[in-house]
């Protein structure tokens, strides 16, 4: 298995390739494999795979029956990605999600990357933490540009070892606060010291998102640009990657569509009585066996 300094440094190796990241959610040990062990090979003779995976707030607090209020610390996550990190070997991305207090959010740092976390993100919202692609149909505020940029700075000096990436993300767009705004801030934030930009958006034909990275590129042309396309959906990778992105993550799709899966055989079961109707949609058991090693 990979060492932790390894694992921590791999991200910002990654990004120093020049080359979009392909990352996908992982909210467990299995879903962590499955993601590690997905490859495509396309008909010009080109292999797609996953670079690195996310541990999703949303669907770490899903995952145990509560709400997605920020109820769960990193400490408390933590045993999570140590269970993940046992069984792959992929850098991972980890959503603080506001960070806390700034004093907190340093402690965090330390303990993060003590676990070989590859990158934290955290996000420009102050109060009680509601989902972004709520919107304005919820109470949300932000925390002032200098609020935010001391809590960058703060999480910056109290890392111990070299590589793990702390990435600021902007919902300036979520909030209806404007392009401006968006773009301001998120200067600031790299001056500050973040070593990256998340830009979230609730926009479903993704317009103003392809503007940002426009936008911002012409000021930081080197600097890690992340999107997380759950509302645009539509948009291919290679779009995204062509207008500057260096990363997009697939936020909550393995959640998604597991509990789908699990909600419809569960009724499958219920309605006829017996399991073969739901047979050819369930991964058969040698394949159960063949993908965790060790097993047979």
């Known amino acids: 298995m990979m060492d932790t300094d390894t694992r921590r440094t791999r991200l910002a190796t990654l990004f120093g390739r020049s080359r979009c990241l392909r ?5 467990s040990p299995i879903s962590a494999l499955l993601a590690q062990q997905a490859k495509l090979e396309l008909a010009s003779g080109r292999s797609v795979s996953y670079d690195a995976i996310w541990s999703s707030s949303l669907t770490d607090s899903t995952q145990r029956g509560l709400p997605d209020i920020e109820i769960l610390s990193p400490s408390n996550r933590l045993q999570g990605v140590r269970e993940i990190f046992d069984v792959c070997t992929m850098p991972l991305i980890f959503d603080a999600d506001t960070g806390g207090k700034p004093e907190h959010f340093a402690i965090h740092i330390k303990m993060l990357e003590r676990a070989g976390v590859s990158a934290v993100v955290i996000e420009d919202k102050c109060g009680l933490k509601k ?6 149909a919820v109470s949300q505020s932000q925390e002032t540009t200098a609020e935010f940029c001391e ?8 890392r111990s070892y070299p590589g793990l990436m702390i990435i600021a993300r902007c919902e300036s767009l979520i909030l209806e606060q404007g392009m401006q705004d968006a773009i301001e801030r998120c200067l600031a934030y790299v001056d500050a010291g973040a070593d990256g930009i998340m830009i979230h958006s609730r926009k479903k034909d993704g317009l103003e998102i392809l503007e940002f990275a426009r936008l911002f590129r012409q000021h930081h042309p080197n600097v ?40 419809d055989t569960a009724n499958q079961i219920l309605a006829n009585g017996r399991t073969l109707e739901v047979e050819p949609r369930c991964l058969g058991i040698d394949e159960i066996l063949d993908l965790v090693p060790g097993t047979r």
């Open 23 to 27: 990352v996908l959610e992982a909210h």
């Open 131 to 136: 989902n972004s692609l709520f919107g304005n």
């Open 151 to 158: 809590k960058i700075r703060v999480g910056c000096a109290s």
């Open 224 to 263: 890690a640009l992340i999107c997380v396309p759950t509302s645009y959906a539509h948009l291919r990778f290679e779009e995204l990657e062509q207008a500057g992105f260096n990363a997009v993550i697939y936020a909550n799709h393995m959640l998604r569509s597991a509990y789908l899966a699990m909600r």
